[in-house]
């Protein structure tokens, strides 16, 4: 199987950029995949099929399973306040999304790859579950055997011109970021209508 071709073409039914190649062909082909481009992701359907697409894309950025998204919304909503603020706080504070957003990883892909076979520490411990809490300034740093790696030398040249989010202040020197606070919604690059999968999972 083809996984970056996988890849492209979830990009295109999904209307989002998951990795640097699909960003590219998308540029060349945005419309989704199928005859004549197929049908607009954003085009007017079903309710049930504007809010199940919505989950798909959160889904598809975090890379994580159906149970899980389940287990996060519902966790979500049980807690006081408003339940998108909370699914943020679990998706965000996952150890794989700030790997990802710091740019030490290229992609959520690599960045659940190089996890689990344990390139990474946080506050200087080694930690392979890709799933696991970061709490606020809690430090994710690569291994001293990991910098040497392609991967991470590659992460290092691209820190140079790729942006962070402001609740992660990384250092290029010593390819480790720190969470600063506990992220809101307005703060996350998410490309989600975020009430559409809570009311998904509400149903």
């Given at each position: 199987?083809?996984?970056?071709?996988?890849?492209?073409?979830?990009?295109?039914?999904?209307?989002i950029?998951?990795?640097?190649?699909?960003?590219?062909?998308?540029?060349?082909?945005?419309?989704?995949?199928?005859?004549?481009?197929?049908?607009?992701?954003?085009?007017?359907?079903?309710?049930?099929?504007?809010?199940?697409?919505?989950?798909?894309?959160?889904?598809?950025q975090?890379?994580?399973?159906?149970?899980?998204?389940?287990?996060?919304?519902?966790?979500?909503?049980?807690?006081?306040?408003?339940?998108?603020?909370?699914?943020?706080?679990?998706?965000?504070?996952?150890?794989?999304?700030?790997?990802?957003?710091?740019?030490l990883?290229?992609?959520?892909?690599q960045?659940?790859?190089?996890?689990s076979?344990g390139?990474?520490?946080?506050n200087?411990?080694?930690?392979?579950?890709?799933?696991?809490?970061?709490?606020?300034n809690?430090?994710?740093?690569?291994?001293?055997?990991?910098?040497?790696?392609?991967?991470?030398?590659?992460?290092s040249?691209?820190m140079?011109?790729?942006?962070?989010?402001?609740?992660?202040?990384?250092?290029?020197?010593?390819m480790?970021?720190?969470?600063?606070?506990?992220p809101?919604?307005?703060?996350?690059?998410?490309l989600?209508?975020?009430?559409?999968?809570?009311?998904?999972?509400?149903?």
């Open positions: 199987m083809n996984t970056r071709g996988a890849k492209v073409r979830l990009s295109r039914q999904l209307g950029q998951l990795t640097p190649k699909a960003a590219k062909v998308m540029e060349r082909r945005p419309n989704p995949p199928g005859q004549h481009g197929g049908a607009k992701t954003h085009a007017k359907g079903t309710e049930y099929k504007r809010h199940l697409i919505e989950k798909q894309r959160l889904r598809a975090y890379n994580i399973e159906e149970k899980q998204m389940r287990n996060y919304v519902n966790m979500a909503m049980k807690r006081p306040g408003n339940p998108v603020d909370a699914l943020i706080e679990l998706l965000e504070t996952r150890m794989d999304a700030v790997v990802n957003r710091a740019g990883a290229r992609t959520i892909y960045a659940q790859q190089l996890i076979h390139h990474f520490l946080v200087g411990k080694r930690v392979n579950m890709r799933s696991q809490r970061l709490r606020a809690d430090v994710v740093s690569v291994s001293e055997k990991g910098r040497k790696m392609a991967p991470f030398i590659e992460a040249e691209e140079i011109t790729r942006p962070t989010v402001s609740y992660l202040e990384r250092s290029r020197e010593d480790s970021v720190r969470l600063i606070h506990i809101k919604p307005s703060d996350v690059p998410v989600c209508d975020l009430p559409m999968v809570i009311e998904f999972y509400s149903r």
